[in-house]
């Protein structure tokens, strides 16, 4: 089935660490990339989108994340996390000219002061 | 303006009632969208429309309607729902000329049914 997939369900990460999570996805031909974050009670929010170019791309907040096609990955990382980055985080993937945007699993990031 | 405005912010139903989400955007945008989302899991896509026709259905049942009466505008009409149905239902709105389109996200409709 076609799917996107996040392999870290839960991560736990102490302030200044460093973080990568893992998004692959399943779907063949052109697609758009997107990770987006959900801070606690509030809405989704474009961290950042990967559409064609440069498969490294930055975002918001410091995030970056890395297209690799030949992986069907597009992996979200920042070098050095806050307290502030606590929030759950979803890859999605846009299907060509289809207009559907299916979600990942989501991961949940819990940073300790 | 690049909003995408719900309505109401929170819902409690009965299973009897009938309702409707309303959702509203002045982005120009041609594809809109609902999802529902529950507690810790990810945003599920419910419907698509684009340029004011359903374009995708995700076999949803058929208590949820979908209604796009014009391009800055999306309905979801609730009938008969049931106590699992409560969820956060999110609209979105994209530009609809795919590829290399984003969606932006409103806040939702928080509804719960009793």
């Known amino acids: 089935a076609q799917s996107v997939s996040q392999h870290n369900h839960h991560v736990i990460l102490s302030e200044a660490a460093s973080l990568e999570l893992g998004c692959n996805y399943s779907?063949?031909?052109?697609?758009?990339l997107f990770w987006y974050v959900q801070y606690p009670g509030q809405h989704l929010q474009l961290l950042l989108k990967?559409?064609?170019?440069?498969?490294l791309v930055k975002g918001i907040k410091g995030f970056e994340a890395e297209f690799i096609k030949s992986k069907f990955s597009f992996n979200l990382r920042k070098p050095s996390v806050q307290w502030s980055d606590t929030a759950e985080y979803f890859c999605?993937?846009?299907?060509?000219?289809?207009?559907?945007?299916?979600f990942g699993t989501g991961t949940l990031l819990a940073v300790q002061p | 303006d690049t909003e995408v405005t719900q309505t109401p912010k929170h819902l409690v139903m009965g299973m009897t009632n009938k309702k409707s989400l309303k959702c509203e955007q002045h982005?120009?945008?041609?594809?809109m969208y609902w999802y529902k989302q529950k507690a810790k899991k990810p945003p599920e896509l419910m419907f698509v429309?684009?340029?004011?026709?359903?374009?995708i259905n995700e076999s949803v049942p058929s208590r949820f309607s979908p209604e796009c009466p014009n391009s800055s505008l999306l309905n979801l009409h609730l009938h008969a729902l049931q106590p699992e149905d409560s969820a956060l239902y999110l609209c979105?709105?994209?530009?609809?000329?795919?590829?290399?389109?984003?969606?932006?996200f409103g806040q939702g409709t928080r509804l719960t049914v009793v």
């Open positions: 999605a993937v846009m299907r060509g000219a289809t207009n559907k945007l299916i």
């Open positions: 979105a709105s994209a530009p609809g000329y795919a590829p290399n389109t984003e969606a932006f």
């Open positions: 779907y063949g031909g052109t697609v758009n």
């Open positions: 982005m120009g945008h041609r594809a």
């Open positions: 990967y559409f064609s170019g440069d498969p």
């Open positions: 429309y684009s340029y004011e026709k359903l374009s």
